[in-house]
């Protein structure tokens, strides 16, 4: 069935470190594919989303491309704060949105 | 401001009780969700509903009810059937719940079995 992976956390980084997050999918057809984020205690917020093959998702200084080719959804940004300190969710939908288990990112001063 | 609200934000059930959550939305989308999320884990589908009057069961929706009388409400009701309920619930909503419509999110209800 569709299913994503993603990384392991926690992702630990300093200030102004180079983030990748990885993130893989499986699935028929040409889903469409986000980027969520949870800061702590709270809900999901919607960070980026794809929803054709070489499309860019971009919001906040955070990108990732559709590669159907190498199906995946890796997340990155150039530079990251402290206040990016969050879970990182990717998920496909398919018929119905299927989430990754999540990657803690941890940024320090 | 437009958005999805639920309460309470922390709730405790004694094992044996019902429980429901708010979820409540102004955003006029036709579809909302209920997710639950656990520890370390990705959401898992609860139920759903396209349209009002209807709904439809999810991955885990043993132990879980819903209801759908208004477009803008979509509560959640926990069953003491439920074996394991300590968890934290989202609600989303999308526009027509269509595979390309974005899910937003509600803040979240923590539930507490003591």
């Known amino acids: 069935g569709d299913s994503v992976t993603q990384m392991e956390g926690p992702v630990t980084l300093s200030e102004e470190a180079f983030l990748t997050i990885n993130c893989t999918y499986t699935?028929?057809?040409?889903?469409?594919l986000f980027w969520y984020v949870q800061y702590p205690g709270e809900g999901l917020q919607l960070l980026l989303k794809?929803?054709?093959?070489?499309d860019k998702g971009s919001n906040k200084g955070f990108e990732a491309t559709y590669r159907k080719e190498t199906t995946s959804f890796h997340l990155e940004k150039g530079s990251v704060q402290v206040s990016d300190s969050a879970v990182y969710f990717c998920a496909l939908i398919p018929d119905k949105l299927i989430f990754g288990t999540g990657t803690r990112l941890q940024v320090f001063p | 401001d437009g958005g999805i609200t639920q309460s309470p934000k922390y709730l405790f059930r004694k094992e044996g009780q019902n429980v429901t959550l708010s979820c409540e939305q102004n955003l006029n989308h036709d579809a909302m969700y209920w997710y639950r999320q656990d520890p370390g884990q990705g959401l898992r589908l609860i139920y759903y509903s396209q349209i009002v009057n209807d709904f439809q069961k999810g991955d885990i929706a043993e132990g879980y009810s819903v209801s759908r009388e208004k477009k803008e409400s979509f509560p959640l009701t926990v069953t003491s059937a439920q074996k394991n309920p300590t968890a934290f619930y989202l609600c989303?909503?999308?526009?027509?719940?269509?595979?390309?419509?974005?899910?937003?999110f509600g803040p979240g209800t923590r539930l507490t079995v003591l």
């Open positions: 794809a929803t054709k093959a070489d």
């Open positions: 989303a909503s999308s526009r027509q719940g269509e595979s390309t419509d974005t899910q937003y």
């Open positions: 699935a028929t057809g040409y889903p469409s």
